[in-house]
């Protein structure tokens, strides 16, 4: 900090005057030659970036994760070894509302976590929500635009966000999800978070297994009902952030205790379901959860645009020991992150502190707008060359990996082990009464607007999870339980034709 406190322009030299224009005279225009203003003006006009195209609006923090469990069968990674402190940022965020919406809304809140690992940095980027609404990443940018802003209007549209998440029954238990009371979390700190996806672990001995990682609240799982939110809302439209800000600032750190569950290649193939599908999840009782560490937050951002708007996370970022999965939606975001940040922030967007990693980073990557470090000055800027600099390092090579079948589109659904309904069902079924309660409530309230067709694909699809879900919610839509029996009959194709039609 500069403890003169003496304004200057922006190559050092002092200002005089920061208020009054330069004038021809007392009453007259501004001149040209005022290029002090000309440089403020024309450096606010520059000053907004683009938004992350999801998880606009979000809030940061950095701490720690300390490893306690030993999973060193499992993983090499360093980062997971028992003992291990790793600092971390981490973002939480909301997805569907842009950078100015209110946090207290019915959505799932996504949290990304950069670990600054002595081996390079290792992003997770996941959700608070173990499965998701959709699997493959065709899918991805049209489950924006349906719960994003109608292109007509401009405002958002339940009916769009209804049509689109029950023309894909895959959806239909995370629709559940956000639709109970965890769809609103009182604050980031109440809630749990997920990897989501399958990922892979690989030890010493190059051997693989396939993992999920899971983060659960020390804090207490607490939720807003509606009519709470709408206050809140109504009076503070940064209300997670807030809370996350102040429990930090006051010592109140936040903790999340990270688990994994583990499931071995053998175990895979033999699965009753796709491992690598995104919307289907692990049961506990058969994959379950291992105690690793905790997940500390300890301190607040200096600067909230260079810290937290300008940070930047990918799923493809993972150190030795730490892999991906055939998972197909996961295999899609590998490459949309570093173009949305390639784009948002720039090529050199991983030289900004907040997310330069803490180790020595070796790289042929040169040149390129903002390049603001010495560009690795006089060193040779190809490989291989004969000075032997830096040479790839073949003992971090991950085991390779068997694949079987023809090269194809094949759809899930062709699969007969596909499905999409069980684990909402049984979700239904776990959940005490004034829990089930709320989400017949809250989903009859999100889906009131929407046409009566839309509204008969989600009963089908409650009732074919859970016949007391689907009697109930049909009852809380006013709609004909005799013909959601009749409808549900069908299969997806002929209940989507049946359907079509308002
Ligand atoms: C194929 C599916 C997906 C694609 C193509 C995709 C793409 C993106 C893109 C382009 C961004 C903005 C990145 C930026 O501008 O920095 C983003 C943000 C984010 N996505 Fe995804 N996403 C997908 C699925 C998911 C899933 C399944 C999760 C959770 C498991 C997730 C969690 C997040 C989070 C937490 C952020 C915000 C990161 C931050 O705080 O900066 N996304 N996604």
Redesign the pocket.
Known sequence: MDENKKLTNEVGAPVADNENSITAGPRGPVVMQDVWLMEKMAHFNREVI??????AK?W?AYGNLTVTGDISKYTKAKVLQPGAKTDLFI???T?AGERGAADAERDIR???VKFYTEEGNWDL???NTPT?F?R??H???DLNRAVKRDPRTGMRSAQNNWDFWTLLPESFHQRTIVMSDRGIPASFRNMHF????TFSFYNDKNERVWCKFHFHTQQGIKNLTNEEATAICGKDRESHGRDLFEAIERGDYPKWTLYVQIMTEEQAKNHYENPFD?TKIWRHKEFPLIEVGVLELNRNPENYFAEVEQ?????AHVVPGIGFSPDR??Q??L???G???R???GVNHNHIPVNRAKCEVNEYHRDGAMRVDGNYGRLPAYSPNSDGYWSPQPDVAEPPLELEGAMYRFDPKDDPTDDNFRAGGELYRLMTEDKRKLLIENTAADIAPVTDNVKYRHAVHCYLADAEYGERITAAMGLDFDKVKELSKLDNDGLIQATLKP
Do not use: C, K, W
Request: hydrophobic share 40%.
């Open positions: 683009p938004e992350r195209r999801m998880h979000g940061g973002r939480f965020s997805v996504g949290v990304a980027v996941g959700n998701f959709i493959d990443v899918n991805f940018s997920y990897g989501e996806h995104i940070s930047a996370f990918t799923p939606f996961l899609g975001r490459f949309a992150y173009d949305a940040q784009y948002r922030l």
